[in-house]
């Protein structure tokens, strides 16, 4: 990492769902590559980053909750909660956030693989992720005339606290076998790629959505062949 180690000195983040996993992850590595950051649960805090930072560099709206229930079985006030988090939340937060953006700040969302597949139980999952992911386009082409770019990531199966808690052995065990990397994900790797989408390496890439799952969809494992 030394080649990137101050790609972000001198400048400020802001990173939403940062009390653990992937948001803390990439609130670590924004700090180890020389950004001022803070970190959020699920609302932005924009007076206090107004008032202690004064502009924001970088923002990833990373808040957002795992929902998987067969769509039978949602009910209006799942469905509101669900969306509140998932799509309401990271609209609002980039919304609130853009007067602190500067001209060619650059903004990260986080979808999410299922948008690439069907899931099952994952259709109200699965749109609000969808939303961000076409969200994160349409503001990349809005905000073209500020030069601020804005891309989404899709994490695959990410060995996360929530993920661990959540997920069985045997389904753990399971998603492994799917994925062509042998592995699941860790929070550095979704780290390591908003840190990239972020950064002046990354200027030419807008609009775009990062898949991070390890091959999840695009490469069969060779067990499965």
Known sequence: MS???FRFDGRTALVTGGSSGMGLATARRLLDEGARVIITGLDALVDTARSRLGRLD?????A??????PAPDITEGYFDRVVATNFKGVFFTVQKTLPLVP???AIVV?????VHRGVP????????????RNLAQTLAAELAPRRIRVNSISPGYIDT???RAE?????QAAAISSVAAARLGSPADIAAAVAFLASDEASYINGQDLLVDGGLITAVPAPMV
């Open 64 to 69: 957002g909750t795992a929902a998987f229930r």
């Open 3 to 5: 080649s990137a180690r």
């Open 167 to 171: 997920v069985s052995a045997e389904a």
């Open 110 to 114: 986080n979808s999410s693989w299922a």
């Open 58 to 62: 970088v923002v990833f709206a990373n």
């Open 103 to 105: 001209d060619h700040g």
């Open 121 to 132: 139980a994952a259709a109200l999952y699965s749109a609000t992720k969808a939303a961000v």
């Open 161 to 163: 606290p929530s993920y």
